[in-house]
């Protein structure tokens, strides 16, 4: 069957519009675009969780949910996938085929979750998995052909569960030719009884935490093992005699309470420098030597006699005990260590006595010389005092840890002799003081750590010495003042921690002699504070190559503001740390020189600024991530980030934002990560464009398919109904379409109706412009414009005309005609509408010709919306014939005027036509009549008064 192609092609592009980079349960790593981390979810459903991850995936981590079962192909469509971790989960039930399609897979974690049983076909298409993890279940069976499609195998870890039949295990990894390391610790595992032998290339095997008591194997059987783990089991010396062991290299049977190292040693199966002594109770001076008589002259990588719980070790206890090159006798119970006398000198590189109970370090001025002793470590001890030339025993000691005791005073030139000293770590002790003789001969340190101590003076000078020094760590201290100079002779210190404590003032000589060279400072949770953004302040002007600042969460109130010149010199500054501040105010210009920022944290300060100023960031053109979240924002500007067009990541999280603009991201063309969890929008028509904007955008929103609204929150954001936004549109399009159609109809209508009306309001206005109306009569050019019909001339002429005009020539009107007055050329209707204004008022000569003329009719019409307008009497009505009401009905207009207006009809009789014109003149005159009445009426002029 052929589909239409363009129903296909629309609905690839719907498919295209509707497709989001949010994952419902899962965050794409903004570092690596291939790596999917799905945490925390409480989803019961692995489809759920993988269903609308990428393709392209390779690393995918989901732990810490509810998943309680993996159905067949749960990742079919993940083939490209080469880590999966399924920690912490739940999970039961692992059905066959649950992997299939992941043949890129190498490396898979299926630990601590509570998996009982292993079926055939679980790991069906994992046929290039290396490592596989599945400890801390609660395997009891596993079927014998299990493993069988883990061809390509290299470690197993099945520590703490529940196996018992070491047989079976050992059946089931007989396809894993491949196989080198093996964890079975934790189990029920009694004894090593078999029917086969172990993988051929297995080379690292873990027993330990089981139940051994005898091994009940064959001779042979771990004779391929090279590291064997025995520990914390029931075992005793003489069942470890029955195994062949001479290939082992290094075995450990520590925490075996029966087993007799010394009676081991009298018929090893191992070669003695092969094993390890930790835990195996040698815990006298004569068991030690005993010990040390079988290790006589031999060469050893390591000597470890961890965890015996000696108290005191004479002069060469063990020097005769081998040529090790590292000992460690961490966690005993040495009280002193007596500058080394116990051991041998020739080889030893490295020395670790962590976890026992030194106090004091003695000096040590006439001991032995360790020339190739290079490290140190006296960690998690009491040591309190620190005495001069305590380590004259090591003069090419490069690496000294002394750091976790209760190291009160530094004694003047305690470490004087440690010319090649490379790093040395004090922190975590009580060091109250620093002196410029604590580091004297120091000149090759590179790493001094101090952290956690209790100084508070850093004086002038005190690390003159350190000329070398690259990393200096003082935090964590008490530190209220850094005097000037104090870095004095540091010529290639870069990386400088001074956080947490309590340095409330910074100023440019802190830094002098290190300003060429710092690249790294850290003031993080200081007491820093500044009142006014008006002050001028410029602590960092030298420091040129200074890339990481870090001055967040300064206590107990935090920076407030930020005052002027502040970042002043940092031109090269890549990361910049603000959180936590209670900034009141960040002005628009706070940012301008960080040119070459690319990191900006601004987050956790919600007691602080709540809008962010526009153009702040518009200098700020390299920024890549922005961390804005729980500061309270409340709203953003389009002009906040219209410069920012490299950044990568924007993290909104957990700010009052109700609403978000769609316009602030036109400019981030380079934006893939977007945080706005836990902010709450609305799902109201204010954020439809974003809505629309967050499913079809190709930047990942995370959690975009869990967000939900603030007004309703069993709605997602995602999908909240928009149909109302679209129907209001289409109400206004469709009022304003229905409104231009009835402008439409009602136009034509209303101006075939009243075009007159309208010419005169036209010609009103136009005579208003040019100030033509006034009611002065001296404005006036006539007394009277006739309206009458042509057949009705010789009436107007003859009769009309030698009355109003010729009689009495002082007192005669101003009667304008349109066969004699109106002016030549010019628009009919215009000449009306002029002639009419220009006169007082208007004379209709009615008859039934008059009323059948649409002319006629017009300037009636005109006439009375003069009379409207004016409010006055300016129409004059003479009716030539007797015209009853009913034929006035069918002309609408006469009869309206008649209604409100009196008239003079014509008599028939001679006598009656002086009264007749002596009212039609007053009608005319207004003012002047009964003067003109009575002329009239008295006249003895023997002129007619009407023609024949």
């Given at each position: 069957?052929?589909?239409?192609?363009?129903?296909?092609?629309?609905?690839?592009?719907?498919?295209?519009?509707?497709?989001?980079?949010?994952?419902?349960?899962?965050?794409?790593?903004?570092?690596?675009?291939?790596?999917?981390?799905?945490?925390?979810?409480?989803?019961?459903?692995?489809?759920?969780v993988v269903s609308d991850i990428s393709d392209s995936a390779e690393n995918l981590t989901i732990s810490q949910n509810t998943i309680k079962m993996l159905p067949s192909r749960s990742f079919h469509h993940l083939s490209k996938l080469q880590s999966l971790i399924l920690s912490y989960n739940h999970l039961q039930v692992v059905d066959p085929r649950a992997f299939e399609n992941l043949e890129a897979l190498h490396y898979l974690d299926l630990s601590y979750n509570n998996i009982c049983s292993l079926s055939w076909g679980v790991f069906y298409g994992l046929?290039?998995?290396?490592?596989?993890?599945?400890?801390?279940?609660?395997?009891?069976?596993?079927?014998?052909?299990?493993?069988?499609?883990?061809?390509?195998?290299?470690?197993?870890?099945?520590?703490?569960?529940?196996?018992?039949?070491?047989?079976?295990?050992?059946?089931?990894?007989?396809?894993?030719?491949?196989?080198?390391?093996?964890?079975?610790?934790?189990?029920?595992?009694?004894h090593l009884s078999h029917a086969l032998s172990l993988p051929s290339n297995l080379s690292t095997l873990f027993l330990c935490r089981n139940q051994l008591e005898d091994l009940k194997c064959h001779q042979d059987f771990l004779g391929q093992i090279k590291y064997l783990d025995l520990s914390v089991n029931n075992l005793t010396s003489s069942s470890l005699q029955k195994v062949n062991l001479s290939s082992t290299n290094y075995l450990t049977v520590a925490d075996n309470t029966d087993f007799d190292i010394l009676r081991f040693l009298e018929n090893p199966t191992i070669p003695p420098k092969r094993i390890d002594y930790s835990r195996l109770n040698i815990n006298t001076p004569a068991k030690l030597r005993a010990m040390c008589s079988h290790l006589r002259g031999k060469k050893m990588s390591h000597l470890n006699l961890i965890g015996n719980n000696f108290w005191f070790l004479p002069n060469r206890t063990l020097a005769n005990c081998s040529r090790s090159i590292q000992v460690d006798l961490s966690h005993n119970r040495l009280k002193n260590v007596t500058c080394l006398r116990f051991l041998k000198p020739s080889n030893l590189s490295t020395v670790t006595i962590e976890h026992n109970l030194l106090k004091r370090l003695d000096s040590c001025h006439n001991a032995p010389i360790f020339p190739k002793l290079t490290s140190i470590s006296f960690r998690y001890n009491r040591i309190w005092s620190v005495m001069p030339k305590a380590f004259t025993y090591a003069p090419n000691l490069k690496t000294l840890k002394l750091n976790i005791n209760n190291i009160m005073l530094l004694s003047r030139g305690c470490f004087y002799e440690l010319r090649h000293l490379q790093t040395l770590r004090l922190d975590n002790n009580l060091i109250t003081d620093l002196y410029y003789n604590n580091f004297l001969g120091l000149g090759k340190?590179?790493?001094?750590?101090?952290?956690?101590?209790?100084?508070?003076?850093?004086?002038?000078?005190?690390?003159?010495?350190?000329?070398?020094?690259?990393?200096?760590?003082?935090?964590?201290?008490?530190?209220?003042?850094?005097?000037?100079?104090?870095?004095?002779?540091?010529?290639?210190?870069?990386?400088?921690?001074?956080?947490?404590?309590?340095?409330?003032?910074?100023?440019?000589?802190?830094?002098?002699?290190?300003?060429?060279?710092?690249?790294?400072?850290?003031?993080?949770?200081?007491?820093?504070?500044?009142?006014?953004?008006?002050?001028?302040?410029?602590?960092?002007?030298?420091?040129?190559?200074?890339?990481?600042?870090?001055?967040?969460?300064?206590?107990?109130?935090?920076?407030?503001?930020?005052?002027?010149?502040?970042?002043?010199?940092?031109?090269?500054?890549?990361?910049?740390?603000?959180?936590?501040?209670?900034?009141?105010?960040?002005?628009?210009?706070?940012?301008?020189?960080?040119?070459?920022?690319?990191y900006l944290n601004l987050g956790e300060d919600c007691n602080g600024v709540q809008n962010l100023s526009p153009g702040i960031f518009k200098n700020l053109i390299k920024l890549r991530y922005l961390d804005l979240e729980n500061m309270c924002i409340q709203s953003l500007s389009p002009d906040i980030f219209s410069h920012l067009s490299n950044l990568r990541r924007l993290q909104l999280t957990k700010n009052g934002l109700k609403q978000i603009d769609v316009k602030i991201f036109d400019n981030m063309t380079r934006l893939i990560y977007l945080d706005i969890w836990k902010c709450p929008l609305t799902c109201t028509c204010d954020n439809e464009e974003f809505q629309r904007w967050m499913n079809a955008s190709k930047v990942q929103t995370v959690y975009a398919y869990n967000i939900t609204c603030s007004n309703d929150p069993h709605v997602f954001f995602h999908s909240f109904d928009t149909h109302v936004c679209d129907l209001r549109e289409k109400l206004i399009l469709f009022s304003s379409s229905f409104s231009f159609l009835c402008l439409l109809i009602i136009i034509p209508i209303v101006y075939s109706k009243s075009y007159w009306r309208i010419k005169y309001n036209y010609f009103l206005f136009i005579s208003w412009l040019n100030e033509r109306w006034n009611s002065s009569k001296d404005l006036y050019k006539y007394d009277a414009f006739v309206s009458y019909n042509t057949r009705d001339e010789d009436w107007v002429y003859e009769t009309m005309l030698p009355v109003l005009e010729s009689c009495h020539p002082s007192k005669g009107l101003r009667l304008c005609l349109h066969h004699r007055d109106f002016q030549l050329g010019r628009d009919i209707v215009d000449n009306i509408v002029d002639?009419?204004?220009?006169?007082?008022?208007?004379?209709?000569?009615?008859?039934?010709?008059?009323?059948?003329?649409?002319?006629?009719?017009?300037?009636?019409?005109l006439a009375s919306y003069k009379l409207f307008d004016e409010m006055r009497d300016v129409l004059v009505l003479i009716f030539l014939e007797d015209i009853p009401l009913r034929e006035l009905s069918t002309y609408h207009r006469m009869r309206k005027v008649m209604l409100k207006k009196?008239?003079?009809?014509?008599?028939?009789?001679?006598?009656?036509?002086?009264?007749?014109?002596?009212?039609?003149?007053k009608a005319l005159r207004g003012g002047e009549l009964e003067e003109d009445e009575e002329d009239l009426l008295n006249s003895d002029d023997e002129s007619p008064l009407m023609s024949s």
């Amino acid at each position: 069957m052929k589909f239409p192609l363009v129903p296909v092609l629309f609905g690839a592009l719907f498919i295209s519009l509707v497709t989001s980079r949010g994952f419902r349960n899962c965050i794409q790593k903004y570092e690596s675009t291939n790596t999917f981390i799905c945490m925390n979810r409480q989803e019961l459903s692995i489809s759920s969780v993988v269903s609308d991850i990428s393709d392209s995936a390779e690393n995918l981590t989901i732990s810490q949910n509810t998943i309680k079962m993996l159905p067949s192909r749960s990742f079919h469509h993940l083939s490209k996938l080469q880590s999966l971790i399924l920690s912490y989960n739940h999970l039961q039930v692992v059905d066959p085929r649950a992997f299939e399609n992941l043949e890129a897979l190498h490396y898979l974690d299926l630990s601590y979750n509570n998996i009982c049983s292993l079926s055939w076909g679980v790991f069906y298409g994992l046929g290039r998995l290396t490592h596989l993890h599945l400890q801390n279940n609660a395997l009891v069976f596993m079927h014998l052909k299990v493993f069988s499609p883990l061809l390509s195998l290299k470690s197993l870890n099945l520590s703490a569960n529940g196996l018992s039949n070491f047989s079976s295990v050992v059946h089931a990894l007989q396809p894993l030719n491949q196989l080198k390391n093996l964890s079975l610790c934790g189990n029920n595992i009694r004894h090593l009884s078999h029917a086969l032998s172990l993988p051929s290339n297995l080379s690292t095997l873990f027993l330990c935490r089981n139940q051994l008591e005898d091994l009940k194997c064959h001779q042979d059987f771990l004779g391929q093992i090279k590291y064997l783990d025995l520990s914390v089991n029931n075992l005793t010396s003489s069942s470890l005699q029955k195994v062949n062991l001479s290939s082992t290299n290094y075995l450990t049977v520590a925490d075996n309470t029966d087993f007799d190292i010394l009676r081991f040693l009298e018929n090893p199966t191992i070669p003695p420098k092969r094993i390890d002594y930790s835990r195996l109770n040698i815990n006298t001076p004569a068991k030690l030597r005993a010990m040390c008589s079988h290790l006589r002259g031999k060469k050893m990588s390591h000597l470890n006699l961890i965890g015996n719980n000696f108290w005191f070790l004479p002069n060469r206890t063990l020097a005769n005990c081998s040529r090790s090159i590292q000992v460690d006798l961490s966690h005993n119970r040495l009280k002193n260590v007596t500058c080394l006398r116990f051991l041998k000198p020739s080889n030893l590189s490295t020395v670790t006595i962590e976890h026992n109970l030194l106090k004091r370090l003695d000096s040590c001025h006439n001991a032995p010389i360790f020339p190739k002793l290079t490290s140190i470590s006296f960690r998690y001890n009491r040591i309190w005092s620190v005495m001069p030339k305590a380590f004259t025993y090591a003069p090419n000691l490069k690496t000294l840890k002394l750091n976790i005791n209760n190291i009160m005073l530094l004694s003047r030139g305690c470490f004087y002799e440690l010319r090649h000293l490379q790093t040395l770590r004090l922190d975590n002790n009580l060091i109250t003081d620093l002196y410029y003789n604590n580091f004297l001969g120091l000149g090759k340190l590179t790493t001094l750590i101090l952290r956690n101590n209790r100084v508070s003076v850093i004086f002038e000078k005190v690390f003159q010495d350190l000329e070398n020094l690259i990393i200096l760590d003082l935090g964590g201290n008490k530190i209220t003042q850094v005097k000037n100079g104090s870095f004095i002779g540091m010529k290639s210190l870069s990386k400088l921690y001074l956080d947490n404590n309590q340095i409330k003032q910074i100023s440019g000589d802190m830094f002098n002699s290190v300003e060429a060279t710092l690249q790294v400072l850290d003031l993080k949770s200081n007491q820093l504070r500044f009142l006014s953004s008006r002050q001028y302040v410029t602590p960092f002007s030298k420091l040129q190559k200074l890339y990481d600042l870090k001055l967040q969460s300064q206590q107990p109130h935090g920076l407030t503001t930020i005052p002027r010149g502040f970042f002043t010199g940092l031109d090269n500054l890549r990361s910049l740390y603000l959180g936590q501040n209670r900034l009141t105010q960040l002005g628009y210009t706070v940012f301008d020189e960080l040119r070459n920022l690319t990191y900006l944290n601004l987050g956790e300060d919600c007691n602080g600024v709540q809008n962010l100023s526009p153009g702040i960031f518009k200098n700020l053109i390299k920024l890549r991530y922005l961390d804005l979240e729980n500061m309270c924002i409340q709203s953003l500007s389009p002009d906040i980030f219209s410069h920012l067009s490299n950044l990568r990541r924007l993290q909104l999280t957990k700010n009052g934002l109700k609403q978000i603009d769609v316009k602030i991201f036109d400019n981030m063309t380079r934006l893939i990560y977007l945080d706005i969890w836990k902010c709450p929008l609305t799902c109201t028509c204010d954020n439809e464009e974003f809505q629309r904007w967050m499913n079809a955008s190709k930047v990942q929103t995370v959690y975009a398919y869990n967000i939900t609204c603030s007004n309703d929150p069993h709605v997602f954001f995602h999908s909240f109904d928009t149909h109302v936004c679209d129907l209001r549109e289409k109400l206004i399009l469709f009022s304003s379409s229905f409104s231009f159609l009835c402008l439409l109809i009602i136009i034509p209508i209303v101006y075939s109706k009243s075009y007159w009306r309208i010419k005169y309001n036209y010609f009103l206005f136009i005579s208003w412009l040019n100030e033509r109306w006034n009611s002065s009569k001296d404005l006036y050019k006539y007394d009277a414009f006739v309206s009458y019909n042509t057949r009705d001339e010789d009436w107007v002429y003859e009769t009309m005309l030698p009355v109003l005009e010729s009689c009495h020539p002082s007192k005669g009107l101003r009667l304008c005609l349109h066969h004699r007055d109106f002016q030549l050329g010019r628009d009919i209707v215009d000449n009306i509408v002029d002639s009419i204004h220009n006169s007082r008022k208007t004379l209709c000569v009615v008859s039934r010709s008059y009323l059948q003329s649409e002319w006629c009719s017009m300037e009636m019409q005109l006439a009375s919306y003069k009379l409207f307008d004016e409010m006055r009497d300016v129409l004059v009505l003479i009716f030539l014939e007797d015209i009853p009401l009913r034929e006035l009905s069918t002309y609408h207009r006469m009869r309206k005027v008649m209604l409100k207006k009196t008239y003079i009809t014509w008599p028939g009789e001679p006598e009656a036509q002086k009264l007749f014109w002596a009212k039609v003149r007053k009608a005319l005159r207004g003012g002047e009549l009964e003067e003109d009445e009575e002329d009239l009426l008295n006249s003895d002029d023997e002129s007619p008064l009407m023609s024949s």
